[in-house]
């Protein structure tokens, strides 16, 4: 389980230490992919095989399966830490997430989110403006 959230610098050559906390949870391999609201998914193996059986399984024949799959697969790419813990995230998907020196890691139960520092804290404020809605939409989903 994910939880959390930490600010990791990101240097020139595209590399991020992970949480120790995270990193452990990641030991038997992680993919990162592009996101959804712009930002990167974390997925550890077992979880990233998961969601790729799922989208395997949807209907070619569908225009915004076959797009969110290309995008989510095409887009993924298995990630190797270094010693010192530190990932390297592909230039492709830096860019995607518009990631800079710093970056916020955002633990989600079964994921890890990477978001622009910018980014995710515009995100979190709109969010947190709009709790009402937002409680009143999950009650109605059950929760």
Known sequence: ?????YT??????GRM???AKMRAKLSDGAVVTKGLDNCLFVYPREEWIKLAEKLSN???SDNKARAYSRSVLAGA???EFD????????????????LGSQAVVAGLYNRIEI?????????KDKSESNT???NEHLSQLGI
Do not use: C, T
């Open 115 to 123: 978001w622009n520092q910018k980014s995710w804290n515009e995100y």
């Open 58 to 60: 949807l209907p070619i």
């Open 83 to 98: 010693k010192q813990g530190r990932v390297l995230l592909p230039s492709y998907l830096r860019d995607y997430a518009a």
């Open 77 to 79: 790419m298995e990630l």
């Open 8 to 13: 990791h610098s990101i240097d020139a050559k």
């Open 1 to 5: 389980m994910f939880i959390g959230e």
């Open 132 to 134: 009402e809605d937002i």
């Open 17 to 19: 230490a992970v949480p």
